[in-house]
């Protein structure tokens, strides 16, 4: 599955596909999304402008010329196969939906757009599974924005969910491993690991923290070299299923419980990258106890890539949702640091604390 929506938006000559998408993209724009398009050229492509220097770059042999100022650019590229799907490769990952105009001949669900109703039993030749729209309906741009809505709202909701447990390391403040303090003769690895399983297709540990035998059989994922904290991990998941979203947790929330977990899911929509939930008064968000979609992976390996190790950089990130926990729900998020928070947790009310 790909981490980006792909529709197609094909028809004939002349059918008006180019005039739809112009009326479609305000109003997806209006909504949040990140919109790119993919148009075939049937003409040769000008792009530059002859004696410029990205001209002169291209024409000396660059495979790859990209030209920016401080709004725009434009990428320049050399390669022999011009099949939609290796094009859409090219593509940024940071985009809730790719629009394919054209392409006849390339099977993605999406519009096949007709100038008007045909008479009956006259075939339509389409390619697909294509919804149709005749253009002498007067709704038919409301028909459109309406099918393209559905098919990003499905999209999203079809998507894979992992889960991610960062097992941490020293633990110094607390003077043991917080993967080992036991709860109700329960490990905090294991009871974490358990109900991060039931509400993600696949459940993974991150990090080189010790954990309990009984986990010993469960996958496990690196941190990612040269980094530290956190982000390691965090990154180490995203590289492993980039195409999935992730729910990133860690050992040290002993009262966070499956009912938590469903209403951060719940707060997932079209549209938002990320959901790093906030606790009431609290400063910053949630980053562990969060969930990420692919779109932003690459906002946090630049991250990376300036050395910062922040983490609640990410919230900054204009397509991040920062909703306020229920006062309900609050407990759940609240991490042990230390031997005094692990005493208050375990003095904590079974019922009242999950």
């Known amino acids: 599955m790909n981490s980006t929506c792909i529709i197609g938006i094909a028809g004939y000559s002349g059918s008006g596909k180019t005039t739809l998408i112009e009326k479609i993209l305000p109003e997806l724009k209006k909504q949040g999304f990140c919109v790119?398009?993919?148009?075939?050229?049937?003409?040769?492509?000008?792009?530059?402008?002859?004696?410029?220097?990205?001209?002169?770059?291209?024409?000396?042999?660059?495979?790859?010329?990209?030209?920016?100022?401080?709004?725009?650019?434009?990428?320049?590229?050399?390669?022999?196969?011009?099949?939609?799907?290796?094009?859409?490769?090219?593509?940024?990952?940071?985009?809730?939906?790719?629009?394919?105009?054209?392409?006849?001949?390339?099977?993605?669900?999406?519009?096949?757009?007709?100038?008007?109703?045909?008479?009956?039993?006259?075939?339509?030749?389409?390619?697909?599974?294509?919804?149709?729209?005749?253009?002498?309906?007067?709704?038919?741009?409301?028909?459109?924005?309406?099918?393209?809505?559905?098919a990003i709202a499905g999209f999203h909701a079809q998507r894979i969910i992992h889960a991610g447990l960062l097992i941490g390391g020293k633990s110094i403040r607390m003077g043991r491993p917080k993967a080992l303090l036991k709860r109700e003769g329960i490990t905090l690895a294991e009871r974490s690991f358990k109900i991060l399983s039931e509400v993600s297709e696949k459940?993974?540990?991150?990090?080189?923290?010790?954990?309990?035998?009984?986990?010993?059989?469960?996958?496990?994922?690196?941190?990612?070299?040269?980094?530290?904290?956190?982000?390691?991990?965090?990154?180490?998941?995203?590289?492993?299923?980039?195409?999935?979203?992730?729910?990133?947790?860690?050992?040290?929330?002993?009262?966070?419980?499956?009912?938590?977990?469903?209403?951060?899911?719940?707060?997932?929509?079209?549209?938002?990258w990320a959901v790093l939930p906030k606790i009431r008064g609290s400063r910053g968000v949630e980053t562990t106890g969060a969930v990420y979609e692919p779109m932003i992976f690459e906002y946090v390996e630049s991250l990376a890539r300036k050395g910062t190790m922040k983490l609640q950089e990410i919230m900054l990130h204009p397509k991040v949702l920062t909703p306020v926990i229920p006062k309900t729900l609050a407990q759940a998020w609240q991490n042990v640091n230390t031997a005094a928070d692990w005493?208050?947790?375990l003095h904590c009310n079974t019922g009242s604390c999950r």
């Open 36 to 150: 790119g398009v993919l148009k075939h050229i049937h003409h040769k492509l000008v792009i530059d402008v002859k004696g410029k220097d990205t001209d002169r770059f291209y024409r000396a042999g660059a495979n790859f010329v990209f030209a920016h100022d401080a709004e725009q650019s434009f990428v320049r590229l050399r390669y022999q196969n011009d099949e939609p799907e290796d094009v859409i490769e090219k593509f940024p990952s940071g985009l809730d939906l790719i629009i394919v105009e054209g392409h006849k001949e390339y099977d993605v669900p999406g519009i096949w757009l007709e100038k008007r109703r045909p008479k009956k039993g006259v075939p339509i030749d389409m390619t697909g599974e294509k919804k149709i729209i005749y253009r002498d309906d007067p709704l038919y741009v409301d028909k459109a924005r309406s099918h393209i809505r559905e």
């Open 203 to 272: 459940a993974m540990l991150l990090g080189s923290g010790q954990l309990p035998e009984c986990l010993d059989a469960e996958e496990r994922l690196p941190d990612i070299q040269g980094l530290h904290g956190p982000l390691a991990g965090i990154l180490s998941a995203f590289r492993w299923a980039p195409q999935s979203a992730w729910i990133i947790s860690s050992v040290d929330m002993p009262l966070m419980h499956k009912g938590a977990w469903e209403w951060l899911l719940n707060q997932r929509k079209p549209g938002i």
């Open 343 to 345: 005493k208050r947790v």
